[in-house]
């Protein structure tokens, strides 16, 4: 077989990483040199050349949009199904593993994901119980100090330092939470991976079948496992397995959440005899791109250290863009966008990465008024909100009653007469005889625990999910979704909201069952023994995807920082580039490096840029209520002026970037205008309104103004009678 079309299109320190012979291989190297490409070169060269059986691959990637990509280039490349390999996160691979041997991991088969809110409701909840203060004890924290612990691999027996009485605390609670969550089968995101790493430990059957089927083990982005990913990593290889892990140290950006980019010297001395290939060529981005990612990362101080360079064109200068507000920003982007789009690109090759999912909103706002579509991926999940997670933990209970957080979400959701108190009730008889929240209020009933009104309530809410259950088993699960919709009423709850709010609520209700109904299950969930209802609750947990644009439309592509990791673009919009929000302020405020991991962040972001980068900030900023005067994130100021131009569009002309300017303030003025950007005026005819941009000079001046009643117009400012508020 001709396999020559495997190295081809490589470079030389590629192909020796593709076709290494024997042992381990780490790829250390940085942003856009063809780690991912290599991966997937090399998933393909094992089959072809090496002969190695697709069900002799696992192949583990960071997102699940990553995950899909790398399938359907693997696909590509060997022309035969993608089926029977392994691809994913570790936690979708973690997850699958469960299912597959939930008996021998100690969980129920009808299982349930336990999503972090949920699992933060939980906690809350167990606080409460407990009689402790919620404000000295904050669920929040349960929270983080349990997954870091998961992470860790540590259950609480493990945990040390118990004479320290906040810790001691806390494990307590640990305790009680995870006795909680093993009655009813609920397993949390951390639980997924240290029960899948629980599973080799203890059944060495298991473990010892799959150190033989899964003989290559492929990790990319590997400088962001944490400790229990990599131990488990080390556990399935074993003495046979051969690992081929890519990373780079100076895209390590989850060391907040466990990530530990030590693994990368621990893989050299762990494993025996690994050959280490760096790449230093980028294929990525411009000259300029690279020139000014590379500029910036050099301010870190620990890095392994590593030379980037392109052969490509030195391109266009990085556009900056100074708003004088938020929705200014948005504006900009967005009109930017239009005019991609109008040039004949596509809007599937814009990206505007940002900080903090909250930012998201405005850009959505402007996009929806010019119709473009777009897709957020992370931040507000669609499957994350009130309305579906309520509907989907009714249908997670006519799975599995014994799902405690899904029965604490709607026994009384619509209100059907079960306050407070009864539900305490229940939880007292839970806690006492070591029973499910379910299973305790069937007992409660028994034992007429209940006032007869309150009893009768309970019972009517267990009949309704038992009626539910034993009608709908053979429906489809669109008609099961919306027969849960109907039958539990959860729209008259919604229906007591403000009017815009329930609408929205019902209409993402109507998109839910749409789901539903258009939810066809992954071969490999199918393969794995997963019913429909399964895979579609588990897909809910799992899936980062939103649902604003259909999988197939082009659309603009809208993302946190974090979750643009391996992907790349174009045109990037790196946004909210202001210091406090980027790098963020806790990560100036704290110690311990975590200003080089903004900064990581940072270059993360710029190396996702193609052919077009542009960074934009505000100067001032509307943030929870308050509008603030922001200076531009201390990243501009740290890659090299020459590389930087900043746009005036308003004014229709660019200039270079001198970084030297006054920072913060409305300081934005025409030469010849009395007005600032941004502020009030007030005309005769029109009324009031904000001053959006100039244009011209001299008698010629014109201004863009957005008045409240009349909308934005372009006025000549001669002649416009305007006056300042
Ligand atoms: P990141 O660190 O961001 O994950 P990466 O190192 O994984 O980046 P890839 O995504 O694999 O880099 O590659 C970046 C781009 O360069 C891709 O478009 C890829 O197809 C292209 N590329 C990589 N190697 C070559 C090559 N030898 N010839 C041509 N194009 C290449
Ligand atoms: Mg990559």
Redesign the pocket.
């Known amino acids: 077989m001709d396999v020559s079309h495997l190295l081809d299109?490589?470079?030389e320190a590629?192909r020796e990483a593709v076709s290494a012979e024997n042992g381990h291989v780490l790829v250390l190297?940085?942003?856009?040199?063809?780690?991912?490409?290599?991966l997937i070169h090399r998933l393909a060269w094992l089959i072809q050349v090496n002969h190695v059986s697709p069900l002799g691959i696992l192949a583990v990637t960071f997102t699940n949009k990553a995950a899909g990509e790398m399938r359907e280039r693997a696909g590509n490349l060997l022309q035969v199904s993608t089926r029977p390999l392994w691809i994913g996160t570790f936690h979708g691979i973690a997850h699958r593993l469960l299912r597959m041997h939930f008996k021998e991991a100690g969980l129920p088969e009808a299982f349930q994901i336990l999503d972090s809110e949920d699992q933060q409701r939980l906690l809350r909840r167990i606080i409460r119980d407990e009689g402790m203060d919620e404000a000295h004890w904050p669920a929040r924290q349960a929270q983080w100090f349990i997954n870091a612990r998961k992470d860790e691999g540590e259950r609480p027996e493990h945990i040390e330092h118990l004479d320290h009485p906040v810790t001691s605390t806390w494990v307590h609670i640990y305790k009680i939470y995870q006795d909680y969550c093993n009655r009813g089968g609920l397993v949390d995101f951390a639980e997924l991976l240290l029960r899948a790493h629980e599973l080799w430990l203890e059944q060495p059957a298991v473990l010892d079948h799959y150190r033989k089927r899964l003989q290559h083990l492929l990790i990319?982005?590997f400088q962001d496992t944490n400790a229990i990913q990599y131990a488990w990593i080390r556990m399935l290889a074993g003495n046979t397995g051969r690992v081929f892990v890519?990373g780079?140290d100076d895209?390590s950006i989850y060391g907040w959440r466990g990530a530990k980019v030590e693994n990368v010297q621990h893989f050299q001395r762990d494993f025996p005899d690994v050959r280490t290939i760096r790449?230093e060529q980028n294929?990525?981005s411009t000259g300029t791109i690279l020139d000014a990612a590379n500029a910036l990362i050099r301010h870190n101080t620990s890095r392994m250290g590593k030379n980037l360079w392109t052969a490509g064109e030195k391109g266009q200068p990085i556009s900056l863009y100074a708003a004088f507000n938020e929705q200014d920003e948005a504006r900009y982007v967005v009109d930017r966008i239009e005019q991609w789009i109008d040039s004949g690109r596509r809007a599937d090759d814009c990206a505007i990465l940002y900080r903090t999912t909250a930012q998201s909103r405005l850009f959505e706002e402007y996009l929806l008024r010019k119709n473009i579509p777009y897709r957020v991926y992370g931040g507000q999940r669609f499957f994350e909100r009130t309305e579906v997670k309520d509907a989907l933990a009714y249908l997670r209970l006519l799975h599995n009653p014994n799902d405690d957080a899904a029965m604490e979400r709607v026994i009384n959701k619509p209100t059907r007469a079960i306050g407070q108190k009864t539900v305490s009730l229940i939880r007292l008889q839970a806690r006492e005889s070591g029973l499910t929240l379910w299973q305790a209020a069937r007992e409660c009933i028994e034992q007429g625990v209940f006032a007869t009104r309150a009893g009768t309530a309970v019972k009517a809410f267990m009949d309704l999910v038992v009626g539910i259950r034993e009608r709908m088993s053979d429906w489809t699960l669109g008609n099961q979704m919306q027969g849960v919709i109907d039958e539990s009423q959860l729209t008259t709850h919604y229906e007591k909201e403000p009017p815009e709010r329930t609408e929205t609520r019902l209409e993402n209700l109507r998109e839910l069952v749409n789901a539903a109904d258009a939810f066809a299950m992954p071969a490999e969930d199918a393969d794995a023994g997963l019913t429909e209802l399964q895979s579609f609750l588990s897909h809910a947990a799992l899936e980062a995807g939103d649902t604003q644009a259909e999988n197939w439309e082009d659309c603009v592509q809208m993302m946190t920082l974090h979750s643009a990791?391996?992907l790349?673009f174009p045109l990037v919009f790196l946004v909210g580039m202001e210091d406090g929000l980027f790098p963020h302020q806790r990560s100036v405020e704290e110690a311990g490096g975590r200003l080089e991991e903004e900064r990581r962040l940072a270059y993360v972001g710029m190396?996702?840029a193609r052919e077009m980068l542009c960074l934009c900030y505000a100067e001032v900023r509307r943030m929870h209520g308050q509008e603030n005067y922001c200076r531009p994130s201390r990243f501009i100021d740290e890659m090299p002026a020459e590389l930087i131009e900043e746009v005036r569009p308003s004014i229709g002309a660019s200039r270079p970037y001198r970084p030297a300017r006054p920072t913060g303030g409305l300081s934005m003025e025409s030469p010849s205008a009395p007005f600032k950007l941004g502020q009030h005026v007030i005309h005769p005819k029109f009324g009031e309104g904000t001053v959006l941009a100039f244009e011209g000079s001299g008698d010629n001046v014109r201004v863009h103004v957005n008045f409240l009643d009349a909308g934005a117009k372009w006025l000549v400012l001669a002649y416009a009678n305007l006056q300042a508020l």
């Open positions: 299109e490589l470079n590629q190297a940085g942003a856009g040199s063809g780690k991912t490409r290599v990319d982005e890519v780079d895209q790449l294929y990525r990791k391996g790349e190396t996702r």
